[in-house]
């Protein structure tokens, strides 16, 4: 969880790549 975290503000730079990483979010939540 915490390397997702991680993640996340990195990928939060770029809109783009945040929207990728928001559909692999839900995914994972499921």
């Given at each position: 969880?915490?390397?997702?975290?991680?993640?996340?503000s990195?990928?939060?730079?770029?809109?783009?790549?945040?929207?990728?990483?928001?559909?692999?979010?839900?995914?994972?939540?499921?």
């Amino acid at each position: 969880m915490s390397s997702i975290r991680f993640n996340l503000s990195k990928f939060d730079y770029s809109n783009t790549n945040r929207i990728n990483f928001h559909c692999d979010w839900s995914i994972a939540l499921r």
